[in-house]
């Protein structure tokens, strides 16, 4: 298999600089996986609703990580990497008002799937 320029660039500058992630410093914190799909037609409305919940959670107690990702190869495909002080700081952001709002939406704008969240520690 060949490697491209921009693949033995990216090698090389990782291991001078090694990207961090919030739980390199804290193996204590609460990661959150969660991951939807929109419902047919409703990615923008999907997208745009997530989107809306990046700016309160940023305030809230216990937040260390909000990040929203959007599939490449399936652009319907969303998912939140999350990182929380503890479950009681996660269990608070579960009760903000922005997330109630967003949980009375769900129905109509995720796929038949639903949410699905899987609360995680690093172990390695």
């Not at 291991?15 to 969660?34: F, G, M, Q, Y």
């Amino acid at each position: 298999m060949q490697t491209s320029v921009a693949d033995e660039f990216f090698y090389c500058h990782r291991k001078e600089n090694p990207v961090s992630t919030p739980t390199d410093e804290n193996r204590s914190l609460l990661t959150v996986v969660a991951y939807m799909r929109a419902a047919e037609g409703k990615t923008e409305e999907l997208r745009a609703a997530l989107e809306a919940l990046i700016e309160p959670t940023t305030g809230e107690q216990g937040y260390v990580n909000y990040d929203l990702h959007q599939g490449v190869e399936d652009p319907r495909f969303f998912t939140f990497y999350e990182n929380w002080v503890s479950g009681e700081h996660l269990d608070a952001h579960l009760a903000a008002p922005h997330l109630v709002d967003f949980v009375g939406k769900m129905p109509d704008l995720l796929d038949e799937n639903g949410l699905t969240v899987n609360r995680v520690r690093r172990i390695a």
